[in-house]
């Protein structure tokens, strides 16, 4: 199927509410999110910004708002920089929790899997070519005077590093952030539930929610929902705000 049908048919389903994968269902709840909590003077952050989808919807909702975008691999990056020129501030860097650089996994096969470690990977040959992309923190990159109502993070396992080197953004702004955490990838980096729990919840006063919880004005999940999502698949997109339903 080409990418034009595929493109295609993904926007229909997504328009009438039918979720064939799980993807298909977190790409639509995060188009909901995305249209009724950004206002047109916002600013965002996009990392991982890939092709561009999500800044799309960005750009959408905030057209009058500043938005740093991030893409280490340098033809996604190279595409992005000429696309969102005068939109958006796109780096290509790698978010991380220190500067410097880092050897990093590009897959060819499956652009998406790509991160600075292997992981595992939904695919039986993974062509994996290792190149080399600068390290930054969040914090050294966005200025301190800088509000910032919204950040998306797919980092293929990279989360805790990006959200540990973005601590002051977290605790000066208290944005909004949907990240991507599960299974297959964040344990190749070290990193677990209790880690992005206590990061998130206990040091910066934030609730996690399921995507389609916040919608719903539901609970947050506790740290043992947290930790069973993450065990069984269940769910790996998440969102983090200081609301409390």
């Given at each position: 199927?080409?990418?034009?049908?595929?493109?295609?048919?993904?926007?229909?389903?997504?328009?009438?509410?039918?979720?064939?994968?799980r993807?298909?269902?977190?790409d639509?709840?995060?188009?909901?999110?995305?249209?009724?909590?950004?206002?047109?003077?916002?600013?965002?952050?996009?990392?991982?910004?890939?092709?561009?989808?999500?800044l799309?919807?960005?750009?959408?909702s905030?057209?009058l708002?500043?938005?740093?975008?991030?893409?280490?691999i340098?033809?996604?990056?190279?595409?992005?920089?000429t696309?969102y020129?005068?939109?958006?501030?796109?780096?290509?860097?790698a978010l991380?929790?220190?500067?410097?650089?880092?050897?990093?996994?590009?897959?060819?096969?499956?652009?998406?899997y790509?991160?600075?470690?292997?992981?595992?990977?939904?695919?039986?040959?993974?062509?994996?070519e290792?190149?080399?992309?600068?390290l930054?923190?969040?914090?050294?990159?966005?200025?301190?005077?800088e509000?910032i109502r919204f950040?998306?993070?797919?980092?293929?396992?990279?989360?805790?590093g990006?959200?540990k080197g973005?601590?002051?953004?977290?605790?000066e702004?208290?944005?909004?952030?949907?990240f991507?955490?599960?299974?297959?990838?964040?344990?190749?980096?070290?990193s677990?539930?209790?880690?992005?729990?206590?990061?998130?919840?206990?040091?910066?006063?934030y609730?996690?929610?399921?995507?389609?919880y916040?919608i719903?004005?539901?609970k947050?999940?506790?740290f043992?929902?947290?930790?069973q999502?993450?065990?069984?698949?269940?769910e790996?997109?998440?969102?983090a705000?200081?609301?409390?339903?």
């Amino acid at each position: 199927m080409q990418k034009k049908t595929r493109d295609f048919v993904k926007e229909l389903l997504i328009r009438f509410r039918i979720d064939l994968t799980r993807n298909i269902k977190y790409d639509r709840l995060t188009r909901i999110i995305i249209s009724t909590s950004i206002r047109e003077n916002d600013n965002c952050i996009d990392v991982g910004c890939h092709k561009g989808e999500i800044l799309d919807l960005m750009l959408k909702s905030a057209p009058l708002g500043k938005h740093y975008v991030f893409e280490p691999i340098p033809f996604l990056y190279d595409q992005l920089k000429t696309q969102y020129e005068g939109r958006a501030h796109v780096f290509p860097f790698a978010l991380s929790d220190k500067n410097g650089e880092s050897t990093f996994q590009l897959v060819k096969n499956a652009l998406a899997y790509s991160g600075i470690k292997k992981r595992a990977y939904k695919l039986k040959d993974p062509d994996i070519e290792e190149i080399t992309v600068a390290l930054k923190t969040l914090d050294e990159i966005i200025p301190s005077n800088e509000k910032i109502r919204f950040v998306k993070i797919d980092v293929e396992g990279g989360e805790l590093g990006v959200l540990k080197g973005a601590k002051r953004v977290l605790s000066e702004n208290k944005p909004i952030v949907i990240f991507e955490f599960g299974k297959g990838a964040s344990e190749f980096y070290g990193s677990s539930p209790d880690d992005i729990f206590k990061l998130l919840c206990t040091e910066h006063g934030y609730h996690i929610y399921t995507l389609k919880y916040y919608i719903q004005k539901k609970k947050p999940v506790d740290f043992e929902m947290f930790q069973q999502y993450f065990n069984s698949g269940d769910e790996y997109y998440f969102i983090a705000s200081i609301e409390v339903f």
